[in-house]
């Protein structure tokens, strides 16, 4: 007899959509419902409520960096599939499902860009590829771009939209905490800007490491930011939490962030602080 036998699960995963096909979307943070096209023109800002839509690493690029100067490097990094990992399906089949379906290589786009004619090296993450999760690609594209900012001396960015670490890659994604850290220990060391921005998402080994380590450490208004999940930590303290729990402004007035920017300021916002930089750098003569 049996004491102990697993059933197998019946629970299929769900596909979720970021910004849904169609002409008309419903906010989620107000209900109302707003034509798509509007919506885009006010870079995916619900006018009604403020609620920031999650929007993948392309609309991010147009938003924040000068005409077409955002210039890709290291695109072709993939996966190899070190643990041979298997859940519902295949990590493999489950990867290169993500890659065609997205038109993404992996979870963050690295490159150049100009930033009001400032030059910089910039790391921008995607929900959109497996939950924005942190594997060996994106932990080795992100430590190539602080290479990058290194080398050239130029301030760096990093947008985070991220779940966590990738179970997929078990311990070699949580590797990727220490090596992203420890590159920008190096870069800390140049007396090279580093900013970080925070969206919605940025939660588990992501926080953990370099979305927290930023010399300026700025969030989109309302973003879930923090380590474990609400839930797993209500579950654990057995506690109700506080409203607005690890959202942006929660977070910020804990200590944790220097400012919540809107997505409309962002640029100009982030721009600026390169430019503070520039003519208050302590190392630089006079
Ligand atoms: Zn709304």
Not at 166 to 172: A, T
Not at 210 to 225: F, R
Not at 265 to 280: D, P, S, T, W
Request: aromatic letters at 8%; glycine letters at 10%.
């Amino acid at each position: 007899m049996d004491w102990f036998k697993r059933k197998k699960s019946t629970i299929k995963p769900v596909e979720k959509k970021d910004v849904p096909d169609g002409l008309w979307l419903k906010c989620e943070g107000c209900g109302e419902i707003i034509y798509k096209k509007e919506l885009e023109k006010k870079l995916y800002v619900c006018t009604n409520c403020n609620t920031h839509f999650r929007i993948g690493s392309d609309i991010y690029i147009e938003i924040l960096f000068d005409g077409k100067t955002f210039k890709q490097f290291n695109e072709n990094i993939k996966s190899t599939d070190p643990l041979k990992f298997t859940d519902v399906k295949s990590y493999k089949d489950k990867y290169e499902a993500t890659v065609k379906k997205t038109g993404l290589s992996d979870a963050v786009i690295t490159g150049t860009a100009k930033i009001d004619q400032h030059d910089v090296v910039a790391a921008i993450m995607d929900f959109r590829f497996m939950g924005g999760s942190m594997g060996s690609v994106v932990g080795e594209k992100i430590s190539r771009a602080i290479d990058m900012a290194y080398k050239k001396g130029w301030p760096l960015i990093i947008l985070s939209a991220s779940g966590g670490a990738r179970m997929h890659e078990g311990v070699l994604s949580l590797m990727q905490l220490a090596k992203t850290s420890s590159k920008l220990a190096r870069l800390s060391s140049k007396k090279i800007p580093f900013i970080s921005i925070l969206t919605n998402p940025t939660t588990g080994g992501t926080t953990a490491s370099y979305a927290m380590l930023g010399d300026v450490n700025i969030a989109e208004p309302g973003a879930l930011i923090g380590f474990a999940g609400p839930r797993v930590i209500k579950q654990t303290i057995g506690q109700d939490l506080p409203e607005g729990f690890q959202r942006s402004e929660f977070v910020k007035d804990h200590g944790f962030l220097d400012a919540i920017i809107h997505r409309h300021e962002l640029k100009q916002r982030v721009a600026g602080i390169i430019g503070y930089f520039k003519h208050n750098n302590p190392t630089k003569k006079a």
